[in-house]
């Protein structure tokens, strides 16, 4: 790269992300939250002039339950754990659309300059749970892209797996569907093997947070190799504000704007991630974080000609010159 970057990506998923950690009744104006933050973050992020990646679960683009089984794969993951299928938590609850389905919120992304349509699987799809076959994944992540062509005219170029769990073979499967950048896990041992749950390494990853307990969160990325898709790693997930942390939340920020310089000083790559939906119990104090963050952004251009890319304009910057 010539030049520091900075990368941000979302997983905009609603409850379809959620609905086998929360009960959707006790969510309901957590959702609604959300989707009045989404067009927030939409001005603050064509005000700073950010590229934004919105990995969005196909699923949430339907208009609501008919469209939703329209698209929906004829082959579905056959779990182990059936909880963990949203086509059988759908079939036996009593959704409200609010919580799953926001095709104007899709349409006002498109709308605004620099953001990039991405996918998050269509049915928040887990590659690495027991029970999901081989041609489950494949037709999940055609099924995203089906629904995202025929309602938006938008072929999905960058992929975020759910719960960021992959190998090489789910790699190798997005590629081969066309997928050009994803977004991979940082390096440090805390975030290998998130499906495995281990509780050591969720105290780690949260109290990486706010002290520094990996490694360095920005890279250098070398030039892509053909036929294969860019792999982007995270550096930092940007942690929900919570009142009852006080002064931890300033601490937070302060960590990931001290990287952002980092970065910029030494002409890296820093990536952050977080959800939509994390900005939904306390929306004016995770709006003003965001701004800190962009407003740190925005000296670093001017400063060290720090720029901002999607995951999909930073890889098509990658391809070699034939």
């Known amino acids: 790269m010539n030049r520091p970057t900075l990368v941000i990506s979302l997983d905009f998923e609603l409850h379809w992300g959620r609905f086998d950690k929360a009960p959707l009744q006790a969510c309901e104006a957590y959702y609604q939250t959300t989707r009045r ?23 949430l683009m339907a208009d609501g339950p008919e469209e ?6 004829e082959i579905k993951p056959n779990y182990k754990n059936s909880n963990l299928s949203a086509y059988n938590w759908f079939k036996a609850t009593k959704a409200t659309k609010d919580a799953l389905f926001a095709p104007e919120l899709v349409k006002a992304i498109l709308e605004t300059p620099g953001q990039e349509l991405a996918s998050h699987t269509f049915s928040h799809y887990y590659t690495m749970e027991n ?13 995203a892209q089906k629904i995202a062509y025929e309602k938006f005219g938008k072929k999905l170029s960058s992929l975020v797996f759910p719960r960021n769990q992959f190998n090489a073979e789910a790699i190798q499967v997005a590629s081969e569907l066309g997928f050009t950048s994803v977004r991979t896990n940082p390096v440090d041992w805390f975030w290998k093997t998130p499906e495995k749950g281990e509780l050591l390494k969720k105290i780690w990853r949260t109290s990486d947070a706010i002290f520094s307990l990996g490694k360095k969160t920005s890279y250098q990325l070398g030039e892509k190799k053909i036929h294969e898709p860019i792999l982007i790693p995270a550096s930092r997930f940007l942690r929900p504000f919570q009142a009852k942390l006080g002064r931890l939340n300033q601490m937070k920020v302060n960590r990931i ?18 959800h939509p939906h994390n900005h939904g119990n306390f929306p004016e104090e995770s709006l003003r974080e965001v701004e ?29 010159v034939q």
Request: aromatic share 14%; charged share 20%.
């Open 131 to 143: 029970g999901q076959e081989n041609l489950a994944f494949p037709a999940d992540l055609m099924a």
């Open 37 to 59: 933050i989404v067009p927030h973050l939409l001005a603050m992020f064509e005000k700073y002039k950010v590229e934004v990646t919105w990995a969005t679960v196909g699923m």
């Open 292 to 320: 800190q963050i962009l407003k740190h952004f925005a000296y670093c251009r001017e400063k060290y000609n720090m720029q901002s890319k999607s995951m999909d304009s930073l890889s098509q910057a990658l391809v070699p």
């Open 257 to 274: 704007i001290e990287e952002i310089n980092t970065a910029a000083i030494n002409n890296e790559v820093y990536h952050i991630w977080w």
């Open 68 to 73: 939703w089984l329209k698209y929906s794969p």
